[in-house]
């Protein structure tokens, strides 16, 4: 099974500052991950797939990156809509697919 | 407008069944795998089952290996799990979600969730 490590688990950013969130994979799962978005009482929205490639809709603050066992959610200039929990998630190896633990991103 | 709508949520005593449907609306269900994903309350993701377009494929966590099972109908355009020996640790909200295409892909549509409750 591919173990999907969040971090940091709280992440405490200004409005208009930039956030880097990590996500590390057990073993590699080249460029086959995604990341997701959620708020609170909201299902997952998909951000990023094949590591960097931004779904439909999604604004190009977002930006993914990495592959193999290291990967990183950028998000350049925060806004107020992007304070949220975020996920990784890998399928390359599966069953099981496999999600990382989140990450909160909060105002500081 | 693409739309996942679950539904057959509800409390159910440690033992019993529960059968969750996702009704699918604005694409051509039968063209793409649909998996269901489940979250614990204030917890995080995890993955449950997932079925190929056609049903001919069935995947499942281990954790629930046996005693559910995933189906389809492509005619109705709708998804079912059918939950049988349920216990407390089963209790979540249980997301019904669309793979992009291929079944090495993430999941770009979800519906929102069908809360399901194991207790005595």
């Known amino acids: 099974e591919r173990v999907m490590t969040q971090s940091p688990a709280t992440l405490s950013v200004a409005p208009g500052e930039r956030a880097t969130l990590s996500c590390r994979a057990s073993?590699?799962?080249?460029?086959?991950l995604a990341w997701y978005q959620q708020k609170p009482g909201q299902a997952p929205r998909l951000l990023i797939y094949?590591?960097?490639t931004r779904a439909t809709g999604v604004p190009a603050r977002f930006s993914g990156s990495g592959s193999g066992t290291e990967f990183t959610l950028t998000i350049s200039s925060l806004q107020s809509e992007d304070f949220a929990v975020y996920y990784c998630q890998q399928y390359n190896n599966w069953p099981p697919l496999t999600f990382g633990g989140g990450t909160k991103v909060e105002i500081k | 407008e693409v739309q996942l709508v679950e539904s057959g949520g509800g409390l159910v005593q440690p033992g019993g069944s529960l059968r969750l449907s996702c009704a699918a609306s604005g694409f051509t269900f039968s063209s793409y795998a649909m998996t269901w994903v489940r979250q614990t309350p204030g917890k995080g993701l995890e993955w449950v089952s997932l079925?190929?377009?056609?049903?001919?494929?069935?995947y499942y966590a281990d954790s629930v290996k046996g005693r559910f099972t995933i189906s389809r109908d492509n005619s109705k355009n709708t998804l079912f799990l059918q939950m049988n020996s349920l216990s407390a640790e089963d209790t979540a909200l249980y997301y019904c979600?669309?793979?992009?295409?291929?079944?090495?892909?993430?999941?770009?549509?979800w519906g929102q969730g069908t809360m399901v409750t194991v207790s005595s």
């Open positions: 094949a590591a960097s």
């Open positions: 073993q590699n799962v080249y460029t086959n």
């Open positions: 979600a669309k793979v992009i295409l291929s079944l090495h892909d993430a999941f770009d549509v």
């Open positions: 079925i190929t377009g056609s049903g001919g494929g069935t």
